[in-house]
């Protein structure tokens, strides 16, 4: 199986920092990586798939990059509701794996 | 609007059985892989299993391999999951989710509100 390691696991920011999120895979899995939002209590949220693709409705202020083992999730200017976990996932060969979260909490 | 609306959640016991359905509406049903994705009380996201639109291909979590079968009712608009043989460890809101295209690409684009299942005596 793949193994999706995420760094930090926590994060501390403050409205309008800019902050970058870390997702290694265990193997390469070229550009298939999502990354999801997910707020307490609610289902998640899908922001950037293929790596670098943003989702429809998902404001600009999102962007991903990276391709074969390590990843990038970046949130260039941090708003109020930006906190919440967020969580990698690979496409690219069955079982579809997450990492572990990272959880973006108001300093 | 799409909407998925997932039921039969509850408390099961250890080794019994329990049926997991997801209502979708708001898009052509047929046309879109779905997936069942779970989440244990306090852990991360678990992909338990999906499948195509046609129906014709599967796939399954090793956790869960030859206890929980996936199917869809394309005339019902309706996903299933069949739970057997549960265990203590299967305890989590399960949700469904829509996927981003016909075959299972793994885009999961929309999410059900999910339905919690405990496994317990």
């Known amino acids: 199986d793949i193994q999706m390691t995420q760094s930090p696991s926590s994060l501390s920011a403050s409205v309008g920092d800019r902050i970058t999120i870390t997702c290694r895979a265990s193997q390469s899995i070229r550009s298939y990586l999502n990354w999801y939002q997910q707020k307490p209590g609610k289902a998640p949220k899908l922001l950037i798939y293929?790596?670098?693709s943003l989702q429809s409705g998902v404001p600009s202020r999102f962007s991903g990059s990276g391709s074969g083992t390590d990843f990038t999730l970046t949130i260039s200017s941090l708003q109020p509701g930006d906190f919440a976990t967020y969580s990698c996932q690979q496409s690219f060969s069955p079982p579809y794996t997450f990492g572990q979260g990272t959880k973006l909490e108001i300093k | 609007e799409v909407q998925l609306l997932e039921s039969g959640g509850g408390l099961a016991p250890p080794g019994g059985p329990l049926r997991l359905s997801c209502a979708a509406s708001g898009f052509t049903f047929s046309s879109y892989a779905m997936s069942w994705v779970r989440q244990a009380p306090g852990k991360g996201l678990e992909c338990v299993s999906g499948i195509s639109g046609s129906g014709g291909s599967t796939y399954y979590a090793d956790s869960v391999k030859g206890r929980f079968t996936i199917s869809r009712d394309n005339s019902k608009n309706t996903l299933y999951l069949q739970m057997n043989s549960l265990r203590a460890e299967d305890t989590a809101v399960y949700y469904c989710?829509?996927?981003?295209?016909?075959?299972?690409?793994?885009?999961?684009?929309?999410w059900g509100q999910g339905t919690l299942v405990t496994v317990s005596s």
């Open positions: 989710a829509k996927d981003g295209a016909i075959v299972v690409v793994v885009r999961f684009d929309y």
């Open positions: 293929a790596a670098s």
